[in-house]
């Protein structure tokens, strides 16, 4: 019997929870690793701004997401770097994640290049 391959997902945005949700059905053992332990559906923040709907509404903890599948790991962790040659994924606690196959989900940031009047 063949080992079953390792996933290793950065980030439960949008794009890591649809990659995981997809792969989840499959004969994969897969870690996703993101620094908060809840995903917040942010085009409803607004709703939350205006009182319509309460925080928890928004919010979903990630690993409820993932309770029936064994096969999903969730990781309240920061990866700090990854060496794709050694296939291995650093975390900021100081653990290592070996993988097959790694995506990188870690959503953007804005950067305005150090002028900060440009907001």
Not at 75 to 82: G, K, N, R, T, V
Request: aromatic content about 8%; charged content about 25%; hydrophobic content about 45%.
């Amino acid at each position: 019997m063949a080992e079953r391959k390792r996933v290793v997902i950065l980030g439960a945005g949008f794009a890591g929870l649809v990659a995981s949700q997809k792969l989840a059905k499959e004969a994969v053992d897969i870690t996703i690793v993101d620094r908060r332990n809840h995903h917040t559906f942010q085009p409803l923040l607004y709703q939350v701004a205006l009182a319509v709907l309460n925080p928890s509404d928004i919010a979903q903890p990630i690993r409820a997401v993932f309770r029936h599948h064994p096969n999903v790991e969730v990781l309240m962790d920061e990866a700090i770097s990854f060496d794709v040659n050694r296939r291995r994924v650093d975390l900021r606690s100081g653990a290592q994640l070996t993988y097959d196959y790694l995506i990188v989900a870690t959503g953007s940031t804005h950067s305005y290049f150090g002028r900060d009047e440009w907001c």
